[in-house]
């Protein structure tokens, strides 16, 4: 008698024991009651009746989940492979558990066929320069995607884009010939400048000849002082001579 009644308290204590369920603040509970879904419980201390209620953990803290690098091919028809990370949470368990079967790798899925697809409708330099445009309609068409899964994409970051060696090479080659490109250009917009400069110049000398005097005054002081032995031929103009040819006898 006292062994069948052992047996009897053991096992109520076995199902109290069983029913009995604590969820931490970032967990949830999705709960099924004979097979239909009753609600979903957490956080903290709660009793499920065992055998008739089970049970599916949840987490809702942000996931973190690295997407394989992917072979694409750019609107330029250039091959990369590219390889990116999401950020998502769970924000409604009840859709995670019973809209798909597993939320984690459908997720991975659909984050690699968009990663693809995205990416295919964008040149090589917009791939290489506009990584945050990309991001955003990225994180954008995933959250889109997934809001049916009761999933939030919070951010999709782009990580490694990788180049073949000829792809690399020739990348070197245009930043070279559009390095060489700029520095003509610079070179020739000084010239001009100088050219506009010599002009009005010329312009302002042309109206004082007094002026142009005292530059070739200025300059064959500068040649003087100088320090070097040298002979110079320099022009002399015409209105400093004609006074003096004027005093010469005429013959």
């Known amino acids: 008698m006292y062994g069948f009644f052992g047996v009897i308290v053991v096992w109520v204590l076995a199902l109290l024991f069983m029913s009995i369920k604590v969820l931490p603040e970032y967990q949830r509970g ?3 009651t004979l097979g239909r879904y009753t609600g979903t419980k957490g956080p903290g201390l709660f009793i499920l009746v065992p055998f008739v209620q089970r049970m599916m953990r949840v987490d809702l803290r942000v996931t973190v989940m690295d997407v394989p690098p992917q072979d694409v091919i750019s609107r330029d028809n250039v091959s990369v492979r590219v390889n990116a990370v999401v950020y998502f949470r769970v924000v409604e368990p009840d859709k995670a558990i019973l809209q798909v079967s597993d939320f984690l790798q459908a997720t991975s899925q659909l984050a690699q066929t968009r990663l693809r697809s995205v990416l295919g409708q964008h040149d090589l330099d917009d791939i290489l320069s506009q990584r945050d445009s990309i991001n955003h309609s990225l994180q954008q068409i995933l959250d889109e995607a997934t809001d049916p899964w009761g999933i939030k994409v919070s951010n999709v970051e782009i990580k490694d884009v990788d180049l073949n060696e000829t792809m690399v090479r020739a990348i070197a080659r245009q930043a070279e010939a559009e390095r060489e490109r700029r520095a003509k250009v610079i070179h020739a917009d000084g010239e001009l400048q100088a050219a506009e400069k010599l002009r009005d110049a010329a312009a302002m000398l042309s109206q004082q000849p007094q002026a142009l ?14 320090g070097k032995a040298s002979t110079i031929v320099f022009p002399l103009p015409m209105d400093l001579v004609k006074p003096l040819l004027d005093l010469l006898p005429r013959s």
């Open 213 to 226: 005097q005292l530059r070739y005054m200025q300059t064959m002081a500068d040649m003087s002082n100088s």
């Open 30 to 32: 999705v709960v099924l």
